[in-house]
């Protein structure tokens, strides 16, 4: 499978923005994340659903703000975020994992990453 993140930009405090994870090859695993990296922080687990059933779990930085979505046909990961913060500024990664729902929260648990896409955040 590969995964690749697209849509970040430059905004402004309580803009939105959407970002999009478009998947090829075989999609046999569990869920789709998201996960941000912010400099010379660690990486921060935001949100995952699960490819097939749609469960979710997000991050309670981000709950009420976010929202992830999926097309199973244009096999894509959305992530909707709204009212956008300083500190939501990060580099966004989506990845794929295996694991179950209480675990799908740990960035270590994502086997195969995309490239990311920088999210920037002015005050």
């Known amino acids: 499978v590969q995964l690749q993140a697209s849509g970040g930009g430059l905004v402004q405090a309580g803009d939105s923005l959407r970002l999009s994870c478009a998947v090829s090859?075989?999609?046999?695993?569990?869920?789709v994340g998201w996960i941000r990296q912010a400099p010379g922080k660690e990486r921060e687990f935001v949100t995952t659903i699960r490819w097939n059933g749609g469960s979710t779990l997000y991050a309670d930085s981000v709950k009420g703000r976010f929202t992830v979505s999926r097309d199973n046909v244009k096999k894509t990961v959305y992530l909707q975020m709204n009212s956008l913060k300083p500190e939501d500024t990060a580099v966004y990664y989506c990845?794929?994992?295996?694991?179950?729902?209480?675990?799908?929260?740990?960035?270590?648990?994502?086997?195969?990453w995309g490239q990311g896409t920088q999210v920037t955040v002015s005050s």
């Open positions: 990845a794929a994992s295996d694991a179950i729902l209480s675990a799908a929260h740990r960035p270590d648990m994502y086997h195969t």
């Open positions: 090859g075989r999609t046999s695993f569990t869920y």
